[in-house]
């Protein structure tokens, strides 16, 4: 059964950085995609940035050149650094991991990032 635990996440002023990570159990880490959504208040959840099991990875236009998703498939985790944050990047943040050939689609419970103006 695959499970996800985020951490990494707080408070940080406008310009800082934060590295947040998502530890995956199940033994199907390499072979899946992941993705870092964020939601915040009133809004829907959207996709921020996403890696393939091949490694190709997207971003959403608000993000790029700021945000760095990454997976390091001998820990078991997966990453989204994040420079030059912004009041406007102030959400929860979700990993999600898919492998459709096998049924997956699981959440992690999110980590809450603050970005003080």
């Known amino acids: 059964q695959v499970h996800l635990v985020e951490s990494g996440g707080g408070l940080v002023q406008t310009g800082g950085s934060l590295r947040l990570s998502c530890v995956a159990s199940?033994?199907?880490?390499?072979?899946?995609?992941f993705g870092w959504y964020r939601q915040s208040p009133g809004k829907q959840r959207e996709l921020v940035a996403s890696?393939?099991?091949?490694?190709?990875?997207n971003y959403a236009d608000s993000v790029k050149g700021r945000l760095t998703i990454s997976r390091d498939n001998v820990k078991n985790t997966v990453y989204l650094q994040m420079n030059s944050l912004k009041p406007e990047d102030t959400a929860v943040y979700y990993c999600?991991?898919?492998?459709?050939?096998?049924?997956?689609?699981?959440w992690g419970q999110g980590t809450l990032v603050a970005v003080s103006s």
């Open positions: 890696i393939t099991g091949s490694g190709v990875t």
């Open positions: 999600n991991q898919v492998l459709l050939s096998r049924g997956v689609d699981t």
């Open positions: 199940g033994g199907i880490f390499a072979i899946s995609d």
